[in-house]
């Protein structure tokens, strides 16, 4: 049966999903694959962001199952090893962590604002048992405790979390690494000046 893969042109980066939603791979073992090139074309349409289809991802047919033996469905060319590919490799990889980065300082400022949120709601339920004391009964006072002990358990969910991003964050230089993408488009644009046999570089 025909399958159906969402890679890119060269067919070394997949797109696989992980718990909560769509990423790339280099391993074709972990590419999803369609029964239909329709069910492909609605999960690239409404799934994936935009840094993944910015990697040049396409719907492609991948093969073809026969007796459960997967056949190719185009002929297979051998390629010489290309100076080039550790390169592409490794900016593909470094722009994933890029990502990853990015993503992690956006969970970060939400966390933040999460534990502002908590912060807040306790200081009102202490005040709110201070300014009501001798005059709660039972179950008001249960009540508030109960509610204290909710808003005191949420905050420390976000606290742990918070510690944990912060470990990633002492460790590396997140700024340096959401801005490699820019350092490595210099790179590419850098020209050369030569310094004595100038007639080399001259045009005929």
């Known amino acids: 049966?025909?399958?159906?893969?969402?890679?890119?042109?060269?067919?070394?980066?997949?797109?696989?999903?992980?718990?909560?939603?769509?990423?790339?791979?280099?391993?074709?073992?972990?590419?999803?694959t369609f029964e239909s090139k329709p069910a492909a074309d609605?999960?690239?349409?409404?799934?994936?962001?935009?840094?993944i289809k910015s990697k040049g991802v396409t719907v492609q047919m991948v093969g073809v199952q026969i007796d459960g033996v997967e056949t190719k469905s185009e002929p297979t060319i051998v390629v010489a090893?290309?100076?080039?590919?550790?390169?592409?490799?490794?900016?593909y990889i470094i722009s994933v962590l890029s990502e990853a980065v990015a993503k992690l300082n956006v969970r970060h400022r939400e966390l933040v604002d999460q534990e502002s949120k908590y912060?807040?709601?306790?200081?009102?339920?202490?005040?709110?048992?201070?300014?009501?004391?001798?005059?709660?009964?039972?179950?008001?006072?249960?009540k508030a405790y109960k509610l204290l002990q909710d808003v005191l358990l949420e905050r420390r969910k976000v606290k742990d979390e918070l510690q944990i991003i912060q470990v990633v964050r002492d460790r590396?230089?997140?700024?340096?690494?959401?801005?490699?993408?820019?350092?490595?488009?210099?790179?590419?644009?850098?020209?050369?000046?030569?310094?004595?046999?100038?007639y080399l570089f001259e045009k005929n």
């Open 81 to 91: 090893p290309s100076p080039t590919r550790p390169t592409e490799s490794s900016k």
């Open 42 to 51: 609605a999960v690239f349409k409404s799934n994936l962001s935009k840094f």
């Open 119 to 142: 912060d807040c709601q306790k200081t009102d339920i202490e005040h709110y048992i201070e300014f009501n004391a001798g005059k709660l009964n039972a179950c008001d006072g249960y």
């Open 172 to 198: 590396m230089n997140a700024e340096d690494i959401a801005n490699v993408e820019v350092k490595i488009k210099e790179l590419e644009a850098r020209t050369y000046k030569p310094r004595e046999l100038t």
């Open 1 to 32: 049966m025909t399958k159906y893969a969402i890679t890119n042109k060269d067919k070394t980066v997949w797109v696989c999903r992980d718990k909560t939603s769509y990423t790339l791979t280099t391993d074709k073992a972990r590419a999803v």
